[in-house]
Structure formats: structure tokens, C-alpha cells
């Protein structure tokens, strides 16, 4: 079990956790013995941390930025994390979240320290996504267009922050995000590559999640959402920008 004190540390985090939507999130320590919740995939903890938050057509990208927050705090701790969208009783879950009408519960995790080795079914499942690898850069920035592929000095301050996009964790590691660079403007588009049963885009979770990696790296950029409508396939929504303030 997680000592109170790492534990409380973690709520306070994600308490303060903000995200460039303004939106609030309500999060909650949940003991999972005295709630009766479960995850097919998780063992050896007794500890969840859940956030809800009222409906909004952004509510997906502002949990999954303001809950990368809270993951990478744990982790700094030395606590582990594992992102929950679909493996768990969902009905406990929001029934322990008060959950209303209105409101919405994305993604949960288990707050546990790790174990000394994978066990076979964690090793069997990232190996089936590929989790210790992501796509090539060439294949997820492009230059002004998506006809080009970008090209960076790679010890640039933009390039390293493009890279901590890169390694950025998605749904079974889909990586939907692309981004365009013009001039002094970062457009974030999702590529819509997984089907959903759930009524929600849980990629606009993981877009989120790009988006706080990029204000990692470039704090100074001013967040936007105004659509350059940049030609792009079909199966591309536009999602926000960065204007980067050199």
C-alpha cells in the first residue's frame, strides 16, 4: 500500500492540475476492496485515482492534459501508473464517482508500486501494441503541409519537444496525433484510427495528453484553437495549436 502522505500528495496534484480549456476536473482517491472495483488487467493494488467533469465538446483533451499531470507526478514518485479507459467495471467506477447525467469519467488509474518483473499476460499485451516503440517523426510532423514531411535541427528546442510528443502514451499505442508546423504556429490534428462502443472519442484523451507534452517543452507557447484549415485526409479533425513566442 501507497503511505498516506504519497498518496494525499498525489490528490493535491491533481487538485492543481490545470489544462488551457479552463475546465474543472473533480478527482478522487477510490479503495477499490471497499468499492468493489476491478480491472481485468490490473493486480496488486487496492488504490485508484478517478477524475470527472461535466460534458463539454472539450472535455476528453482537457482530462487527458490535466491527467498526464498527474501521472508524471506519480511516476517522479516512483509510483506506478497504468491509463484505464475500457478494462475495469465501468458502472462501479462512475457509481463510486457520483457520476451524473451531465458528467463525464474518461480514464482512471491504479496507484501502486511496481512490481520487480513484467508478469507474462503485461509482457504479451504490449508486445501486441508495440508499447516500447513509436512511429518514425517523419510520419507524425509535417512542414506546412502534410505533403511534407518536417525536417529539424535536432538539437533544437523545438525538435526536442516534438520528440517528447512522440513518446507521448495513446490507447494501445495508436498515436493519433499529426502536427503541422508554420512558421511560428504548432497545429495538432487527430487521426481517427480506432472505433469506439463507448459514446466518447477516447483519442481526444491521448490528444490531450500530446498537447501537455508540448507545453512541457515549449512552456512559453500561447495555446489556440483557431482552425488554419490546412488541407488534410478524411479521417482528420483538427484539434488545437501552439504559437510559439520566440
Partial sequence: A???EIALSILECAEKAGNPYGLKIEFRLLKASELGLSSSVIVGTDLYI???MKKDPHAAE???YSFEQVVLFAQSLGVGTTWIAGTMNRDAFEKAMDL???????CVSPLGYPAGRKSIRETMMRSAIKADSRLDSSKIFFDQSFDNPLKLDADSKLARTLEMVRWAPSAVNKQPWRLVVCKDRVHFYERSNLSS???WDVQKVDMGIALYHFALGMPDA???VEDPCISHPNDFVYIASFEILY
Fill in 2 to 4: 501507497l503511505d498516506p
Fill in 50 to 52: 478517478a477524475g470527472k
Fill in 62 to 64: 482537457a482530462f487527458g
Fill in 100 to 106: 451524473g447525467p451531465d458528467e463525464v469519467m474518461p
Fill in 197 to 199: 462502443s463507448s459514446g
Fill in 222 to 224: 500561447r495555446f489556440v
